[in-house]
Every structure is written in C-alpha cells, then in structure tokens.
C-alpha cells in the first residue's frame, strides 16, 4: 500500500532508476513526495559480482535492498514491489510473459492510492528496446486508461543530442534536466547497485584493438569533449560524468488543456530545458 504522492515511478527491475536519478533529485529537492513501484526483483540479473556482495540471500533479495538505499539516497521515500517474474530479454515472447491484466489492476490500485501529478516510467520502445521495460510501457498507460487519470506521464531515456550512448534510446526528448549538481548522489545511488555494476562499468582496459585506440585517443585528447567521451568508464562516478543532462518524453498531456507537469513547476528553473 502506497501513501498519496505527487509523483510515481514505475520501473521493471531494480537499476532502471539511474537513468532518471538526476530527475528524482531535482523532484526531491524541489519538495514532491516520491514513491517508485517496481514490477520484478531482478533477480535474472547480471550475477558477476553477487557472491562479493552477498550470497546467503537470493539475488532478488540482494537487488531489493540495493533499490531502496538507492531510491533513499535520491529522495524517494516509498518503494513498493509487484513481484512478477524478471524474464530474460531473449526469453521473451512465444506465451512467456506477465499477467498483464493483473499487472494492470495492480497499477491501476497504486494509481487510485497514491493519486499522483506526474508518472515516470519506460517509453513504448523500452527506452532502447528492452522488452519488459516496453511491457512496463504498455501497462501503465493501460491502468491510466482505466482509472481515467488526468495527469502528465512521462518517460526517461529520452534521446539528447550529441550525448554518449544517446543515440540508442527510442524517442528525442521534450524536457531535458541538467543534473550536474547531483553528481554526488548519483553516483551514491548507481555505487548502492553493487550486484549489476559489471553491467554499467566496462572492464577497466578495452577488449578491442578499436576500443585500445578510441581509449587512448581519449585519454590523449581528455582536455576535449569528444576526447572525453572516449575515456573508458570505469567508475560510479565517470559513468554519471558522462550522463550529465537525462532526457525526458512526454507520453500523455494532462487533461483539459492544462500544461504538463514540467512546464508548470519548473518553467524559469535554469536546469530544466522545455520543448514541448
């Protein structure tokens, strides 16, 4: 059960929150009351480093803890699980998948409780294609339908212009938020991440003879952008770096021609870009 909040998140696993913690920082300091509902506990996840982190406990159990220090440390204040199966992307499709139309009541429940301003979830296309994060899509926007509701929706991974990795995310952006100033906390909430953190950070020397010399050009040319760029990753902290501005699309307008969420609370906010 969620107390009312002005805003909900809805994610598929545990981690999916970093490409939005920029965002939540900016809500959270901005005084709204955050809650995040997550669909599955992860626990098909990455399992290169679980049995550093710790391995009496199940992997799902380990991702639940990290989520909620993580979600802490960025502001929210409610974390709730739905506890659907987290299928693999390749095992997706052929019958296996969610009870959507329970999935969909459930989301429809936590939207009647919490009675929310604004909703942040994946895009249709899952952000860069993921199938439980369009799946996470495609039941949020039926639980708005259900239960009439007349807020903004928006999705994250949003495409930025010239950014790094941008150009696999699905749809350009209507809001960009500059999250440079919470650089400290988002490197604390992706560090909390401590079981999945081969899947953000490379390994700390290229693979490739291409990556050798993109690394090297990098470190050769730091002083750049496009140098910059081509520095390996191989820290929290250069990760976050690297995503300084997230990109947000607006999925579903509030009703009666009111302006969306953004538009209407941070329109002078110099960290906050409005396109739409």
Known sequence: MLKKSDILVVIAHPDDEIFASGTLCLLADKGFQIALVCVTDGE???RQLFHRVRSDLPLGAVRRIELNLSAWVLGVRQVGFLGQIDIRPDE?????GWNRPALVTS????LVESNPNLILTHGPLGGYGHPAHC???QCVMAAVQKTAYSGSVFSFAGQVKGAFFSWHFDQ???VLIDSREFLRRRVASLSY???QS????PPDFPRTIRGVL?????????????????VPIVTTRRFCKKFPIEGLVLQKKPENGQCHFFARHFRNDRRVRIFA
């Open 172 to 174: 350009p952006s209507d």
């Open 198 to 201: 081969g899947f953000f950070l």
């Open 107 to 110: 989301l429809a429940e936590i």
């Open 214 to 230: 993109s690394a090297l050009f990098g470190v050769a040319f730091a002083f750049t952008i496009v140098g910059r760029k081509r």
């Open 44 to 46: 098909n996840g990455s």
């Open 92 to 96: 997706w499709g052929g019958g296996n």
């Open 193 to 195: 991440h401590q079981t």
């Open 135 to 137: 799946e996470v899509n």
